[in-house]
């Protein structure tokens, strides 16, 4: 099946400091989503995405849709403990017939955050 | 609301045995997935159903049967659990559009 590219695989940083992370595809997607993990439970969506080139927040959390539909980055500013966590991107094709496909995910970013 | 809720939250199952995990959504959401997380990945499709009434194969199809119930609910059915499927599953419900809402997982081990 077709991959979503995320880098990087995993993330040591101080508390304080900004965070960013990217998704890269081979194919064009018309949405892309970033969702947190955190240990025993499900993804969290924290920003969706629906139009090439827009720049989307969520408090600390800002979120780009690329120009070219096949990329997307996630940037936290300010870290602080309780962004621990894995990070997905996930994007969604263009789908016909209405209704909704699955996402296709990335492998995760892991953001470790040290006092 | 409850939002997406998933049993078991954890079975053990021996080679060759059958169960079905349970999914149920109280936000009249239209579509419904399952998707399997294994360790260092990302979620993979298994199934999803659209709308109430039709089911499709997601990208790891094989293995797998699923059920949509009603609106509400959405079921996966190992007939013959193998080692392959440890892994732990995911429900996922949306209105029509991408964003996805999970459960927290079920976590299967078959030995």
């Known amino acids: 099946g077709q991959q979503l590219n995320q880098s990087p695989q995993s993330m040591f940083i101080q508390e304080g400091e900004d965070v960013s992370m990217n998704c890269t595809s081979s194919?064009?997607?018309?949405?892309w989503l970033w969702y947190k993990q955190e240990p025993g439970e499900g993804p969290v969506l924290l920003i969706a995405?629906?139009?090439?080139?827009e720049l989307t927040s969520n408090g600390r959390l800002t979120a780009q849709f690329g120009i070219t539909r096949k990329d997307s980055f996630l940037n936290i500013s300010a870290s602080i403990p309780s962004d621990v966590g894995i990070y997905f991107c996930?994007?969604?094709?263009?789908?016909?017939?209405?209704?909704?496909?699955?996402?296709?995910f990335g492998k995760g970013t892991h953001l470790i955050i040290q006092p | 609301n409850a939002g997406v809720t998933q049993t078991p939250k954890f079975q053990v199952l021996k080679t060759g045995q059958s169960m079905t995990l349970q999914c149920a959504q109280d936000?009249?959401?239209?579509?419904m997935y399952w998707y399997r997380q294994d360790p260092g990945m990302g979620l993979r499709l298994i199934y999803y159903?659209?709308?109430?009434?039709?089911?499709d194969k997601g990208e790891v199809p094989n293995g797998y049967n699923v059920s949509r119930l009603n609106k509400r609910e959405f079921s996966l059915r190992l007939e013959s659990a193998a080692p392959s499927q440890t892994s732990v599953y995911f429900c996922?419900?949306?209105?029509?559009?991408?964003?996805?809402?999970f459960g927290p997982g079920t976590r299967l081990t078959v030995t």
């Open positions: 996922a419900s949306s209105e029509n559009r991408d964003e996805q809402y």
């Open positions: 159903s659209a709308s109430e009434g039709t089911t």
């Open positions: 995405l629906y139009k090439a080139g």
């Open positions: 996930a994007g969604q094709k263009m789908y016909s017939g209405g209704g909704a496909d699955g996402l296709t």
């Open positions: 936000m009249n959401h239209n579509s």
């Open positions: 194919s064009i997607f018309n949405t």
